[in-house]
């Protein structure tokens, strides 16, 4: 169950949040942070090695598994989607970048559909503006394509036959919403709150905004410290959770100075240490978990049922006489376990600087170093909440 930490002096929120139309608030004080070790939080660890076979990803924005295949999306250096099986081994990439009629330009994101008790992969292609949705088959079979009048950068799917979108805070023609609910034909049928006019003209994008876990579905509200839930059945969305972080506002004219440049705006929260942009969101019925940035620091809170008190932790030691941590953003999941990437050339890194302790000490760090080659692509950590 989420408890709720005691606020203190220093704290960070967003002008005109308010915590009256939410189901419930948590309170959260920044500077509180732990120190916590993988088995406090963990109750297994593993990993996959990703195999290379002449494609090497640049880095993963997205880690689905899906009949024991991980679907593992590279949108930002080689704007492509890859399968491979559960031991890594590469088995075929999904569709081909281009603009032909069978091809995408530009993917943001996917999902995985079920379509007359068929699995479809459904790439959304950005590289138009208005989105395409790109369909092919688990192969790599191309099926159609779906032209939308809307603009979105993050796709979920429910069971149901609904489709979740986060916009990044853009305005679509007919209405300006960070979310929206589709049928698979794209005829909305809901739309989130409309985000604060300094959102709605600088572009954010955040790393996982939406969590999916069998019949629960969560989103993030971009700027305004906010979870909202979404009726898988219905596609209605509620105002669910408030995260307070204290009383120390951001000053209104950071917006007015800033409106024209979100990059300063950034900046001048980092030296104020202002707290915004809640995001790798993983929401379960036991256990929530996200990130939230505090001055220059990206900070993490984790609620779970094995926990007495909520966690508030900037990284994860691998064990209380270890100096090698865990910093860890979210990919994926697959129930209660999580999946994080591991960068290998990170991974070369910290071998290097910490190669006395790898020696002498048996930790994951030290099997997954006796098994990488300079020719591997990254690792996928698996991390089962307790």
Request: proline share 2%; hydrophobic share 35%; charged share 20%.
């Amino acid at each position: 169950m989420v408890s709720t930490i005691m606020l203190f002096a220093f704290g960070c929120s967003n002008p005109k949040s308010t915590n009256s139309d939410f189901l419930q608030t948590i309170s959260i004080d920044p500077s509180k942070v732990v120190t916590v070790t993988a088995d406090q939080i963990f109750s297994n660890i593993d990993y996959v090695i990703l195999s290379n076979d002449d494609h090497i990803i640049g880095s993963i924005s997205k880690i689905k598994l899906f009949d024991d295949q991980y679907f593992v999306l590279d949108a930002d250096y080689t704007n492509s989607l890859y399968v491979h099986d559960s031991n890594g081994l590469f088995i075929t990439k999904i569709g081909m970048e281009g603009v032909g009629p069978e091809e995408y330009q530009d993917i943001n994101d996917f999902t995985i559909v079920t379509v007359n008790g068929s699995p479809q992969i459904w790439l959304l292609d950005i590289g138009r503006g208005y989105f395409t949705l790109v369909i092919y088959d688990l192969n790599g079979n191309f099926i159609t394509k779906i032209k939308s009048n809307l603009m979105a950068n993050f796709i979920e799917y429910f069971d149901s036959g609904l489709l979740l979108f986060s916009t990044a805070n853009q305005c679509n023609d007919d209405f300006c919403s960070d979310k929206f609910v589709t049928d698979l034909d794209l005829n909305v049928l809901s739309v989130g709150s409309k985000p604060l006019d300094f959102y709605e003209e600088n572009w954010i994008e955040p790393r996982q905004p939406i969590s999916v876990s069998n019949t629960q579905a969560s989103i993030t509200t971009y700027g305004q410290n906010s979870i909202e839930s979404i009726d898988t059945e219905t596609g209605a969305i509620v105002k669910d959770i408030f995260i307070d972080f204290g009383d120390s506002q951001i000053p209104e004219e950071l917006m007015t100075t800033f409106g024209g440049s979100y990059e300063q705006y950034h900046n001048a929260l980092n030296k104020s240490k202002f707290c915004y942009e809640i995001d790798n969101l993983f929401r379960n019925k036991d256990a929530l978990y996200f990130s939230f940035d505090y001055g220059n620091r990206t900070l993490f809170f984790l609620s779970t049922q094995a926990h007495d008190d909520d966690l508030i932790f900037e990284n994860i030691k691998l064990s209380n006489d270890s100096q090698l941590t865990l910093n860890l953003g979210i990919d994926g999941s697959d129930g209660n376990t999580l999946f994080s990437q591991l960068n290998p050339e990170y991974l070369q890194a910290t071998f290097e600087e910490n190669e006395s302790f790898l020696k002498n000490n048996k930790s994951i760090f030290k099997e997954i170093s006796e098994k990488l080659t300079k020719d591997s692509n990254h690792v996928i950590l698996r991390l089962e909440l307790k």
